[in-house]
């Protein structure tokens, strides 16, 4: 059974950083690609990053591309998202996931675990 365990949300004021981690539980992390995904209140959940399973493919979504970076660490079987520049928009629960192949992937549906969440709030 994987278990995604993400850390590093918080109260942070715009215009500030902010990175998150994401450990992930079993011995094949690097078989897999990892994606962040966003949640506001009242909202659907957005597809924020994804990594394929060596690193080497990254992709973003609109909203954020070129103030989050995505990266791995698979010798920690661990994901990582700096955010930079966050906005008041920006504040949502961040959930990290695990494709259910290698290659980058954005739709919430290709994903099929599921981290239980770390609330970012940014402050204007």
């Known amino acids: 059974q994987v278990q995604l365990v993400e850390s590093g949300g918080g109260l942070v004021q715009a215009g500030g950083s902010l990175r998150l981690s994401c450990a992930a539980s079993?011995?094949?992390?690097?078989?897999?690609?990892m994606g962040w995904f966003r949640q506001a209140p009242g909202k659907e959940r957005e597809f924020v990053a994804a990594?394929?399973?060596?690193?080497?493919?990254?992709r973003y979504g609109d909203s954020v591309k070129g103030r989050v970076t995505i990266s791995r660490d698979n010798a920690k079987n661990t994901v990582y998202l700096q955010m930079n520049s966050l906005k008041s928009d920006d504040t949502a629960v961040y959930y990290c996931?695990?494709?259910?192949?290698?290659?980058?992937?954005?739709?919430?549906?290709?994903?099929?675990?599921w981290g239980q969440g770390t609330q970012v709030t940014v402050s204007s």
């Open positions: 996931a695990r494709a259910r192949a290698y290659y980058t992937t954005t739709g919430i549906e290709t994903y099929d675990h």
């Open positions: 079993g011995r094949t992390f690097s078989n897999y690609a």
């Open positions: 990594i394929s399973g060596s690193g080497s493919t990254k």
